[in-house]
């Protein structure tokens, strides 16, 4: 192998692109048999779980050492279930239950499934403390607001599911619930000290990390009290320092993905590249929807950076060897479906049929995990409400993944009104709705979008009773969180169903 190919292949083994279509396209394939690290799927490469496995078996079978990743979090951030939600509770519920035991279920249930896919790497979990109920992007895929028991479900949630042989991966390092911007849309700051992050933020990665965790994701945020100039993806300061050094992680740094705002918006995506190796990231998450000449680009730029001194090789060096002590762990486990693992070593990942055979939280569990103002509760006792359904554009991370009780209701006969959420939409739709009718909204995030919050104050001037749900994160004034579910996956919305049968809740 000339030294040429020797660097282009190292280059493209920290690489790990997305792409178009349910099959494996001919550039990808080409690229992992060339030492391509690996790939990241999405729902819009998914349609059912034959063609999946048929994926990943294409992919491994042109690189046996690829990293298949995805974002499975087990709530309403699902690839694995994106045409019907998940069947999981997310984070914000287990949360609210604090109960360990169902927490590693689930995770371990989720590592079960992607195994069984042929996926050896999940983006997952979020351990994100959300500190800003207004938050944009983490919400509901946090496990709360205090640090201890946000650090207790992070490290279960991880046990869980590297028990399964699948490696886990926290995020988004150093931390980014106390945000209000979403850095898929731009580059949010986080302007607090160091003393602060290591009493609040460091806590869940510092439990998971001491957990076992083989993989951390980085954060497209500026933290200016840490690195003024550079993002955390972009930050010797907090990869080196911060993460390795004083958190002791010595597994895998992954980039968030570099076709977000917050990370490429300026600068590109090849330079993102290069900045993002030379802090220290390892293997980078490059997008959604790559084509075989932006990864060209970014080979070419990387390759420059190091014949220009702008990337040291040692820096290139030290990422292989940390994917490869990866991809040995993984591989150590066994072969993905179809067999039983083999004999490993005590730090490798086997598969625990106890654990996979768990069960998680029903859907009576999740309605225990509820809040539920008692004045509307007792309001909602009776026939007779009109049926209001919310839909708003779902952040990116989210998609667009069926939510809520919505199909349960249609089936028990419940007449919805549906909409997007424009003025214009909502105010002609909700002209039909007999003004003595109560009127119950179903919604996500709901004080956080004016519109929904404009809805909301009008359908209360036109109407006797108004009970407010919503499926996010609630705001700070309960009237527009009445029933709060803190999510909104297909088992959270079949628990909201059944709670409001238990009621005797119809049109």
């Known amino acids: 192998m000339s030294a040429a190919t020797s660097v282009r292949r190292t280059v493209l083994g920290t690489l790990l692109p997305g792409f178009m279509g349910t099959t494996l396209p001919g550039w990808v394939e080409r690229m992992l048999r060339e030492g391509l690290g690996g790939v990241c799927l999405f729902g819009e490469n998914i349609v059912s779980a034959s063609q999946l496995r048929s994926l990943t078996s294409a992919i491994l079978a042109a690189n046996p050492r690829a990293l298949i990743a995805i974002d499975e979090e087990g709530g309403d951030v699902t690839r694995l279930h994106y045409d019907r939600g998940a069947p999981y509770p997310g984070n914000a519920v287990l949360g609210r239950l604090d109960d360990l035991a169902a927490t590693g279920a689930v995770a371990a249930r989720v590592g079960a499934e992607l195994r069984a896919a042929g996926v050896n790497l999940d983006f997952a979990p979020d351990v994100d403390i959300n500190s800003n109920p207004l938050n944009p992007v983490i919400g509901i895929r946090s496990f709360g607001t205090e640090p201890a028991a946000v650090a207790r479900h992070s490290a279960a949630w991880v046990r869980g599911l590297q028990s399964q042989g699948v490696a886990a991966s926290i995020k988004h390092f150093p931390g980014h619930g106390d945000t209000a911007q979403d850095s898929h849309l731009s580059l949010p700051t986080v302007d607090v000290p160091l003393e602060v992050l290591r009493s609040r933020e460091l806590l869940p990665f510092a439990a998971a990390v001491d957990a076992g965790a083989l993989t951390v994701m980085t954060s497209h945020i500026l933290l200016p009290q840490l690195d003024a100039e550079h993002p955390a993806t972009f930050s010797s300061v907090i990869l080196q320092g911060l993460l390795r050094g004083e958190l002791g992680f010595d597994g895998v740094i992954v980039s968030d993905a570099l076709d977000m705002v917050g990370a490429s918006g300026t600068i590109g995506i090849p330079a993102a590249a290069v900045s993002a190796l030379a802090a220290g990231c390892d293997l980078l998450c490059i997008g959604t929807k790559n084509t075989e000449e932006q990864l060209e680009q970014i080979v070419a730029r990387v390759e420059a950076a190091l ?11 030290d990422a292989q060897e940390r994917l490869a002590r990866l991809v040995a762990r993984l591989a150590a486990a066994g072969p993905a479906a179809g067999s039983a693992p083999s004999a490993t070593t005590p730090s490798a990942s086997t598969p625990s049929p106890s654990l996979e055979s768990a069960e998680g939280p029903d859907q009576r569990r999740v309605a225990d995990s509820f809040a539920v103002d008692p004045e509307a509760d007792a309001l909602l006792r009776g026939p007779g409400w009109q049926f ?109 169903a059944g709670f409001l049968a238990d009621r005797g809740v119809r049109s």
Do not use: C
């Not at 014949?307 to 060096?317: D, H, I, Q, S, V």
């Open 307 to 317: 014949a220009a001194g702008e990337l040291e090789p040692a820096r290139l060096a």
């Open 388 to 496: 209001v359904r919310v839909d708003t554009a779902a952040n990116i991370a989210v998609g667009v993944v069926p939510w809520g009780p919505f199909r349960a209701l249609h089936d028990a006969g419940v007449h919805l009104v549906g909409q997007e959420v424009t003025e214009a939409d909502w105010r002609e739709r909700i002209e039909d709705i007999p003004e003595s009718a109560y009127v119950l909204v179903i919604g996500k995030d709901n004080q956080r979008r004016p519109e929904v919050v404009a809805l909301v104050d009008e359908l209360r001037r036109r109407h006797p009773a108004v009970v407010t749900v919503d499926m996010g994160w609630p705001g700070d004034d309960s009237g527009y969180a009445q029933v709060a579910t803190y999510g909104a996956s297909a088992l959270v919305g079949s628990a909201l």
